[in-house]
């Protein structure tokens, strides 16, 4: 099932641009225009960031700087400062592909270097990924070009649940990358009206979140305000969480080791109304052997229309998520075989593997 196979360039993946055989299967009137607002509206976002992040590198001054201060200073191309967060960034990732980090390794220069590196094109992913699900992305040509019936009813599914997400929780966070892409998403769509983010919630983990918070989160989120992507910083929630510990304590550890996945674990239990969407990306492939039980809770708490939305380098830990998931949930892949079932069960991807989950 494929909506869109991603190209070699940077700048046409980022771009989201389509391949000509599936041009067929995309509504240029809306999904197009639509992706460029979100594309801008993340660069935006981005350098804004980054310009933050350079002044506080580069200006030595005893009085942090005000954000219209920070604002003046235009970001560098080159300089020692931004070689060197690259480059324990790049250990860092290194160590997260073998599933061999530690907390020691996350810093100020390692999560900066990350956040240059991955911060737009996860938020892109995201969206991207999940404007596919948009009703104006496949056209009546072709029939559908691939969806079965079954396919094309959770599709809509998903989508009547993602138009009433009113909260957000961001699983191995990072800098925020994937809440971003979901809140420009939201904005466009409603075509930039505040109303429709008012009532949405923010929840944050992450294993390393003092360091994430105090490097960027902390950054991030009044240029959220400022951008009118949130309302106020009232509804946010930044805390710890641990995939390799069990969701409910069960009294096997003692202290804070023991309550760190708490919070997360009363929200399931309290999350009531409309949908809640869990994100988590480029974690369970970094964890691998150690999430199973963490996430067989989450899915078992969590109620009827409830989104999960999973990003992997390879559909290698997504084919064990289902497997663990069973049939409490309906699923849906978002990535380069989403119009082509005979693939779907392949290990080959055109680009990371995407799968949307949706609780029955």
Known sequence: MDAADFVSSDISWLLGIRSEQDMCTIDLGTSSRIQER????????????????????????????????????????????????NSEANKLLWHMTKGTQSLE?????????????????????LSASFLKLHPGSVSSIDGDCGLTPAHRQIQRMAWASLKVVNRVCSIGCGPGNDVLGFLVMQKCLNDGARGALSNLKLNLFDYAMDIWQDAVLDELLPILVDRGLIVT????????????MPLEHDGSSVGEQ????????????TSCGASTLYITSYLLTETRGRWESFYDQLISGSKPR???????????????????????????????????????DL???????????IRK
């Open 38 to 85: 979100v594309r801008d509206a993340v660069l935006d976002v981005s350098q804004s960031l980054l310009r933050n992040a350079n002044a506080s590198i580069n200006c030595a001054t005893k009085h942090p700087l005000s954000r219209t201060e920070r604002e003046s200073i235009p970001p560098p191309t080159t300089g020692n400062a931004k070689k060197k967060q």
């Open 105 to 125: 390794m996350f810093d100020k220069l390692s999560v900066w270097g990350y956040t240059r590196q991955k911060f737009v094109k996860r938020a892109l992913l």
């Open 233 to 244: 910083l009232d509804g946010i929630y930044c805390g710890k969480c641990d995939v390799t």
């Open 258 to 269: 023991g309550k760190i996945n708490s919070v997360l674990s009363a929200i399931t239990r």
């Open 306 to 344: 409830d989104l999960f939305y999973f990003c992997e380098p390879t559909p290698w830990q997504l084919f064990h998520l289902i497997q663990v998931a069973g049939s409490r949930c309906y699923y849906l892949w978002l990535d380069s075989s989403m119009y082509h079932p005979e693939l779907q």
């Open 347 to 357: 290990h080959g991807r055109s680009g990371p593997a995407v799968l949307l989950a």
